[in-house]
């Protein structure tokens, strides 16, 4: 696989979830949405030299799904539900503003994760990086699995709460 083809399947697994939900938003038929998926997924890898690296890439490749939409619904045209190509702008627009606020939530919670030390990290480690269920936490930790689910609660309350403030802080100007 050369570099470029590498870069485009990088970029695309960030960028489907929301082009795939945008799809989905538009596209009622399960199959008819797998099948403008592919052709976006199609259109992307094949016009990725177009796309300029300093720019977002969601947003590029929503660009694409609209006009692969757009293809859709013209060989559709006899549908009675239809939109229209505004609706399918403000659709596109709504879906990358979405896909920045996760990625900023993502962010944050990279920031708030490294907040935790002690006892805390090494109880997200267990669950979260090795996968253990709050059981055999337990008996790596010597606390009981009620108190070792209790103490990942209250984690996951204070990381929510941590992403919300750090939302909060960056909305505000």
């Known amino acids: 696989m050369d570099e470029t083809t590498r870069q485009a399947t990088r970029q695309w697994t960030l960028a489907q979830p929301a082009v795939s939900a945008f799809i989905s938003s538009v596209v009622r038929d399960f199959r008819d949405r797998d099948d403008v998926l592919q052709n976006v997924a199609v259109a992307v890898v094949e016009s990725f ?3 300029d690296s300093n ?3 969601i947003p590029w490749a929503l660009g694409i799904a609209r006009r692969q939409v757009g293809l859709y619904w013209r060989r559709r045209g006899r549908d009675p539900l239809v939109f229209d190509d505004d609706a399918v ?3 596109a627009i709504a879906f990358h503003e979405e896909a920045q606020t996760r990625s900023a939530k993502f962010d944050f919670l990279q920031d708030c994760l490294g907040s935790f030390d002690g006892r805390a990290k090494k109880l997200l480690g267990l669950r979260y990086r090795d996968d253990m269920k709050p059981a055999a936490i337990a008996s790596e930790t010597g606390m009981t699995a009620n108190s070792v689910a209790k103490a ?3 984690i996951r309350d204070q990381l929510r709460a941590c992403i919300e403030r750090k939302s909060l802080e960056a909305s505000v100007p």
Do not use: M
């Open 152 to 154: 990942l609660q209250r």
């Open 55 to 57: 720019s977002p890439f």
């Open 49 to 51: 030299h177009a796309y």
């Open 89 to 91: 702008a403000c659709l």
